[in-house]
């Protein structure tokens, strides 16, 4: 069989025969294993969580019901919570991410204080056309930074070589109250991004942010995609606070 979009792949027959409602669910593991990024007791946020494989693994990497945490998703579409690899602690809403203000998301945190992983599965509608799919991936992966990080991603960018800050602030909600994002301090970060000269510069706006940064391209991709993970652990200390 091959890897082609449609075919009913290695990946593709392992969700069915193990219970994940996408073979996607395999990226997932793949970085768990690699990186734990969500230990036991962890707050998840899963920005474009449908279908629901994400929440699954995210859910397992909780650990039992007694060690705590929680999993968020969040998609345009309704998502019903999977009932295998699922509890009471996943729960999902239906909003559109790219308006989604930030003290609304971290209204929804567990206590109101963030969340210690962020899941950006998001992927626009590919058409085809390379880099108009690609500008839109970086769309929404800095859209997920943002949400985040919140200002820090916009000054971050601004940052001259030196590395002073020119405190350009983004045209985002970051203008009014909305400075700080809801990734708690030492919180890790995914993000799904096309590969192109753009998501790298999305790599370099996010690097002096976080302790460690990485890129993985996991084993269920397609041969055909372009997909390609960032990876952004140990959130750091907002230094302007």
Excluded at 30 to 39: P, R
Excluded at 166 to 182: A, F, H, I, N, P
Excluded at 218 to 235: D, F, M, N, V
Aim: glycine share 10%; charged share 25%.
């Amino acid at each position: 069989m091959g890897g082609g979009a449609g075919a009913p792949d290695f990946f593709y027959k392992e969700a069915q025969r193990l219970g994940y409602v996408a073979r996607s669910a395999f990226k997932l593991l793949q970085i768990q294993k690699q990186h734990k990024l969500i230990k036991a007791g962890s707050s998840v946020l899963d920005l474009g969580c449908a279908p629901g494989a994400w929440l699954q693994v995210a859910c397992q990497s909780l650990g039992p019901p007694k060690d705590g945490g929680s999993v968020l998703g969040i998609d345009l579409k309704k998502v019903k919570v999977p009932p295998l690899h699922c509890d009471s602690r996943v729960k999902t809403i239906s909003a559109d991410v790219m308006t989604l203000p930030s003290h609304q998301l971290r209204a929804l945190s567990p206590k109101q204080k963030g969340f210690s992983v962020i899941l950006s599965d998001m992927c626009p509608s590919v058409s085809g056309i390379t880099t108009k799919d690609a500008a839109l991936s970086v769309e929404l992966g800095m859209r997920a930074l943002y949400l985040a990080v919140g200002r820090r991603a916009a000054l971050s960018v601004y940052a001259d070589e030196d590395g002073n800050q020119e405190g350009k602030q983004s045209d985002d909600d970051s203008s009014t109250s909305e400075k700080s994002g809801v990734l708690k301090v030492g919180g890790n970060l995914l993000i799904k991004l096309l590969e192109s000269e753009d998501a790298k510069e999305i790599g370099q706006i996010s690097k002096p942010l976080f302790t460690k940064s990485s890129w993985l391209r996991p084993k269920a991709t397609r041969p055909s995609s372009r997909e390609i993970y960032l990876i952004c652990q140990g959130l750091k200390p907002d230094e302007d606070k």
